[in-house]
């Protein structure tokens, strides 16, 4: 059965009138098959969807990027890679579910596959702890990404998770510890590091598999800090002002491409990557070949600088304008203030060596 968004509801309409249409056994027994309404029908839901689809708001895009038949990263890992092998275990507590990892064949070479995993239904969604990774998962990962660095093999990331997991347990265990180590070795890696923002990018769970070389991001995915009903939250006390949250938070693909957070935007199908999956995974696939050529002819060095001056560059491309009217950057601002600061003493200097010279002269008199 279908699953459609509160933005959907005549789409959803046209597609049951539709599923009518193409059934010759309705209610009212054997019919014969109108196929000049059907196609007609079908015009209109595929006008209907594309406009909606092009005119999303932001806690629009949140809600498709949070589809429940939106592509997982275990969908993709299957038709994506080939020969994968899935490795368990950090070596220190236990098994992480809410993460896939392992080494597979992309294109005929071998790369290192790290998915976060929400599953398909409830019982795999209880399984996979709906994506949030616990510290075992990050030190999973981490062990993996330094074997795939010694072994010199390209590290790809697929990014789907709310955040990381809040429990007990997992703060017991050194949650931010594990993250924060997942960082550092994702920067320190002098392999290609690609990731993929699939569906939804949350919190530091999201950043700790996507300080990568290249971040590419499906065109109706997110990508934040916090989720916009954490944000209305804390900011209004009222979780229903998602929207306004999402608006300010600037979290779709192109909003963050324009700033310089993402690298590339893969673009979605019509209607979303759940209508349309196929379609989906020879967009992922055309553009993650074309990231990792890139760098086949980079050494290790030149890598791992990449890396490092990708994100020491971000917030730095423009100046900021203090007085956007006249266009007088910051930097004039300055220069101004510095200018005043020499007047000023120079100023000092010569009313102390005023002062001086009367003091001087007030002790002469007086002898």
Known sequence: MKSYLEFEGDIKNLEKELDKLKDPFNSEGLSEVDTQRISQIQSEIDSKLKSAYENLNEWQVTQVARHEERPKSNFFIKNLFTNFINLSGDRRF?????????FALFEGKSVLIIGQEKGEDLESRLK??????KPEGYRKCIRLMNIANKFNIPVVTLVDTPGAYPGIGAEQRGQAEAIAKSIECCMS????????IIGEGGSGGAIALASANKVLMLENAIYSVISPEGCASILWRDPTKSLEAAKAMK???NQLLNIGIVDHVIKEPTGGAHRDKESTISNVRATLKTC??????????EVYEQRKNKFLSIGKQKSFNVFTNN??????????????????LSKKAKYAFIFFFIILLAGIIII
């Open 128 to 133: 996979r702890n709906f994506g949030m990774m």
């Open 251 to 253: 979290l779709t693909a």
């Open 189 to 196: 890696l002098k392999v290609p590091l690609i990731s993929i």
């Open 292 to 301: 990792l050529e890139g760098f086949e002819n980079l050494s290790k060095e």
């Open 327 to 344: 266009n007088v950057s910051i930097e004039k601002g300055l220069n101004f203030i510095n200018f005043i600061k020499r007047k000023i």
């Open 94 to 102: 236990s098994e992480d579910e809410s993460v896939l990892a392992g």
